[in-house]
């Protein structure tokens, strides 16, 4: 039996984050000891593994509890799985999209900076145009 401390160092997730898991039902609710400290076994390992795993492949919580729900029906069909996976993959590559496009525009204005006095700056010009960016890029913030 693990104490939270060491699942939290086996799975490199913070002591907080274990805790917040079991109050929105991601991880059970763990075994007490005699003295009322959390026990954790090797299938709440598993299982934080996984969640830690989904975390770094920005699975939202949302899709992660999906996951581990179909998860525990292991004859059921993949394609629930596939489904979850594949708009995840939409979701980071219209991400990267966005990414690329901020990279262009800091390099353009990079391109067309002269490196003359802060009078002429080309950056601080394009970061002063408030309206040519809200037009181009997003919506006005409210």
Do not use: W
Request: aromatic letters at 4%; charged letters at 30%.
């Amino acid at each position: 039996m693990l104490s939270i401390g060491t699942l939290a160092k086996r799975t490199g997730t913070k002591v907080q984050t274990i805790r917040y898991y079991e109050q929105i039902g991601l991880m059970p609710e763990p075994g007490r000891s005699d003295g009322g400290q959390r026990r954790y076994g090797a299938p709440e390992l598993d299982r934080l593994a996984f969640i830690r795993h989904a975390r770094q492949l920005g699975f939202p919580l949302q899709a992660i509890r999906d996951l581990l729900e179909l998860s525990d029906s292991p004859e059921r069909s993949c394609a629930q799985v596939d489904a979850v996976a594949r708009k995840q993959l939409r979701e980071v590559e219209a991400r990267i999209a966005r990414l690329e496009a901020l990279r262009a525009e800091l390099q353009r204005m990079i391109g067309e900076c002269r490196a003359d006095r802060i009078a002429n700056c080309r950056i601080l010009e394009v970061l002063r145009d408030h309206a040519e960016c809200l037009s181009d890029h997003e919506p006005p913030m409210p």
